[in-house]
């Protein structure tokens, strides 16, 4: 387990705390690794029955760390392996997922919410997909669950218009569960971990897995996602976006 993403098991619960609160939790290779592992081995293990994914210092995510793109292509393939590896996951986790959320959600801090059984949000949590902003296209399977989820407009509104969600606009929406202070957020998320926890394991899982269905057809638009936003980190205006967010300074898409 990475220092970057702390991970504990209570009571059949694991709990993943997103922990680079200096980064605003921005998520980078070394923390993709870390939550895939952890992911994938609390779903092989008999000790963990419920996921539960948490932020830190009154952030979820930042987002990807924007600066395993602009590294050099050796580097930036790596990292984008992560970021796959984790994102091909996310449909085919047998036991739930639950997600507490406060602060910013941005990017992949919001797309794998999709994939969580029940999300938690504080009062003052935001969520954005600044994806097309940036030179890319929705990943994670957000272009297929989002419109399956939100509808399709709200969902283009988030993914590609990029306006900003509050949480009781996301909770109106379906994708929020329960919109909660913040200092009862985690609390509210580990009770009903807790109680998913002490149900009988094989029921749950199977339950939940008819209740998702069939993870092929997630797969597969992952997988269509993952070659656009490929080509699209290669793309000059993808590029121009990448870096000019970095620097602070207006894009020109035209030159």
Known sequence: MSKLVEGQVTNHVQVLRLSRPEKKNAINAEMYRALSDALEHGDASDDVRVHVIVGSEGTFSAGNDLTDFLKTDE???????????FIHLLPHI????????DGLAVG???????????VFASDRATFSTPFVDLGLVPEAGSSLLGPLQLGYARAFELLVLGK????ERMREAGLI?????P????QAALA??????????????ISRR??????????????????HFAERLKAPETVEALTTFTQKRPPNFLK
């Open 75 to 85: 580097n930036r393939d790596d990292a984008m392996a992560e970021v796959l590896r």
């Open 94 to 101: 047998r036991k739930p997922l639950l997600a507490a959320v």
């Open 108 to 118: 992949i801090g919001t797309t794998l919410l999709f994939h969580c059984d029940l």
């Open 164 to 167: 900003p969600f509050s949480s």
């Open 177 to 181: 569960n329960a919109v909660v202070p």
């Open 183 to 186: 200092d009862e957020l985690e």
């Open 192 to 205: 009903a971990a807790a109680g998913l926890a002490a149900k009988p394991p094989h029921a749950l899982a």
């Open 210 to 227: 008819l209740l998702r269905g069939n993870p092929t057809t997630v797969q597969n638009r992952i997988r269509e996602e993952a070659e």
